[in-house]
């Protein structure tokens, strides 16, 4: 379970997050959604620990990201916007580099790259150097590094942004296997079909702060309106 109480975050004089506060459950999908410069990737990133919020407070399963950001690193999985890949290891040297990182023992690490390679189709290309592989390929492969250590809770920054169709479908179907079993899912986007046929549950950011959160039934109930597009841009007017 992931919980933000009360987080702000500032660049100089830049405030990127004024007030964000919100919960994302074990067996869910929590979406964040919100237009650029709202504080999405800031947010994920204060809950990855690669930035420290300058007031509130963020906890992974109980663990605090500012006093224990250790543990917390070992409770999440992370798919940043832009994931970069080693261009000259193979799919299966990146994964089992993170692997290694997360001291798992070699049997174990074995059994582990050889099911992440099974359950997302990745065969035909596990044993080629990066360098040359599609979008939708190097999404597997930082997929598959991100969830090598099996963690609990998996931070997703626009996972599909330049993906083919088939690649998107792929990695909704795989979105849904994490919920099936019992993970913690929060991911970002712009894709507001792609959000609709995921989330359970919805948390909407404008200007920094938190401006609904809750089921797509709950907005459509505030808004007055079935289609999340337009329930999100009345959400993002008020």
Do not use: W
């Not at 939708?136 to 626009?158: C, S, Y």
């Not at 809750?214 to 959400?235: N, P, W, Y």
Request: with cysteine.
């Amino acid at each position: 379970m992931i919980t933000a109480e009360g987080l702000k975050k500032t660049f100089g004089e830049v405030q990127a997050v004024k007030d964000v506060s919100f919960s994302a459950a074990d067996g869910k999908v929590t979406a964040l959604l919100g237009p650029n410069g709202a504080g999405k990737s800031t947010t994920l990133r204060i809950l990855s620990t690669v930035l420290q919020p300058s007031e509130g407070r963020a906890s992974v399963d109980g663990h605090d990201v500012l006093t224990a950001p250790l543990d917390v690193r070992r409770a999440i999985g992370v798919l940043p916007h832009n994931a970069g890949i080693y261009d000259r290891l193979t799919a299966r040297e990146n994964i089992r580099y993170y692997g290694e990182l997360h001291q798992i023992s070699k049997i174990e690490l074995n059994r582990r790259m050889d099911e992440l390679i099974t359950v997302l189709e990745m065969e035909e290309f596990c044993d080629r150097r990066a360098a040359g592989f599609s979008q939708g390929q190097k999404i597997k492969v930082a997929l598959a590094r991100a969830l090598i250590h099996h963690p609990k809770n998996v931070l997703l920054d626009e996972p599909t942004n330049g993906l083919d169709v088939m690649a998107t479908r792929a990695l909704r179907e795989f979105i849904q296997h994490l919920k099936r079993e019992g993970r913690c899912v929060l991911f970002s986007s712009h894709i507001m079909q792609e959000v609709a046929n995921l989330c359970d549950d919805l948390v909407i950011i404008g200007h920094g702060e938190v401006m609904f959160e809750g089921t797509l039934d709950r907005l459509a109930s505030r808004t007055q309106e079935t289609d999340l597009e337009e329930a999100f841009i009345k959400v993002i007017g008020e």
